[in-house]
């Protein structure tokens, strides 16, 4: 019989995003645990908005729910119609258009991290 890896925990700040996230219709929202393979970066969530309307509501959505749990992010790339980014430091948050993902291939990039499933709740 082999011993399975202990399931990952992730942080508060992760669910509420992903929450945030689900609430406003986000697709394919996926989370990278990169403690194992970055020394500079611990997680990534990543997600698709379908069209720049519903990218800036993904936006507002989780910068107002990690607000109110005491996280500000250090910085905002964007606005874009493809792609923007929410930096939490150790946390970063990738909000992008169909194509800006499948090209970019972040998942591919980081392949080696674990990939937690973390639900809505």
């Known amino acids: 019989m082999t011993e399975s890896a202990p399931p990952v925990t992730v942080p508060d700040e992760v669910q509420i995003i992903v929450d945030a996230l689900d609430d406003k219709r986000a697709k394919d ?20 908005g379908e069209s720049q309307l519903q990218l800036q509501a993904l936006e507002v959505e989780v910068l107002e729910r990690l607000k109110a749990a005491g996280r500000r992010p250090r910085g905002v790339e964007g606005p874009s119609q493809r792609w923007l980014l929410l930096d939490y430091g150790d946390l970063i948050v990738h909000l992008m258009s169909p194509e800006a993902r499948e090209f970019y291939d972040l998942e591919g990039l980081w392949a080696d991290a674990e990939r937690p499933a973390v639900a809505p709740r």
């Open 29 to 48: 929202i996926a989370v990278l645990d990169l403690t194992g393979v970055s020394d500079a970066l611990d997680w990534f969530v990543i997600a698709t």
